[in-house]
């Protein structure tokens, strides 16, 4: 069965950096788009970043600048750097896999993760 599981998050203060990780259990990355969502207490789920297969990527305004997202096929592995953290970035963070479309919401996901929670204090 294949799963994404992500690491990496937890509690930093303003201005500090994080890095997640999502590891996929059989290699999906040759395949699949991949992309970081996150949903804030009482918000809705929003892409926060994503990779095409290709190394093409795609960032959220609000975090253009601060978050890079890296892929490492070999080690079935997506990444996103997160820097100049800021108290509005808390959120649940998911890694998705999926679709890629050139319109729209960019990413058509057809895999979750579990998530991993990102706390940022003032």
């Known amino acids: 069965q294949v799963q994404l599981v992500e690491s990496g998050g937890g509690l930093v203060q303003a201005g500090g950096s994080l890095r997640l990780s999502c590891a996929a259990s059989?290699?999906?990355?040759?395949?699949?788009?991949m992309g970081w969502y996150r949903q804030p207490p009482g918000k809705q789920r929003e892409l926060v970043a994503g990779i095409t297969k290709g190394g093409d990527t795609n960032y959220a305004e609000s975090v253009k600048g601060r978050f890079t997202i890296s892929r490492d096929n070999a080690k079935n592995t997506v990444y996103l750097q997160m820097n100049s953290l800021k108290v509005e970035d808390t959120a649940v963070y998911y890694c998705?896999?999926?679709?890629?479309?050139?319109?729209?919401?960019?990413?058509?996901?057809?895999?979750w993760g579990q998530g991993t929670q990102v706390t940022v204090s003032s």
């Open positions: 998705a896999a999926g679709l890629h479309l050139p319109y729209g919401p960019w990413l058509l996901p057809s895999l």
């Open positions: 059989e290699n999906i990355f040759s395949a699949k788009a």
